[in-house]
């Protein structure tokens, strides 16, 4: 978020070749939201062998972003309250 309002665009994230040979988590991402809203977020990879995978942690469960070649994205509708984004690296190997 840019100070004083919304940074709205993608942001680039570059990891080094040695975390990328990872399983599992990467990290999480705390996100607040303040009223109402839908939320839209995507990851993507350079290529199918490093895929990149998103869900979101909600009181009743786990949303799990939908694939769709190397981009992995979820829209989803939610009410005020602290959310954490998972992000996740799943292996084609």
């Known amino acids: 978020f840019a100070r004083g309002g919304?940074?709205?665009?993608?942001?680039?994230v570059r990891l080094k070749p040695s975390f990328l040979e990872q399983?599992?988590?990467?990290?999480?991402?705390?996100?607040?939201?303040?009223a109402p809203s839908v939320l839209y977020i995507e990851t993507g990879s350079s290529l199918p062998i490093?895929?990149?995978?998103i869900a979101l942690e909600v009181p009743e469960?786990?949303?799990v972003g939908e694939q769709r070649g190397t981009r992995n994205s979820l829209?989803?509708?939610?009410?005020p309250g602290a959310?954490?984004?998972?992000?996740?690296?799943?292996?084609?190997r």
């Not at 599992?24 to 939201?33: E, Q, S």
């Not at 829209?75 to 009410?79: A, G, R, Y």
């Not at 959310?83 to 084609?92: L, P, T």
């Open 6 to 12: 919304w940074s709205i665009g993608p942001t680039t």
């Open 23 to 34: 399983q599992g988590m990467i990290g999480k991402v705390p996100v607040v939201i303040k």
């Open 50 to 53: 490093d895929l990149v995978r």
């Open 61 to 63: 469960g786990l949303w």
């Open 75 to 79: 829209e989803i509708e939610l009410p």
């Open 83 to 92: 959310y954490n984004v998972q992000i996740g690296r799943a292996s084609c």
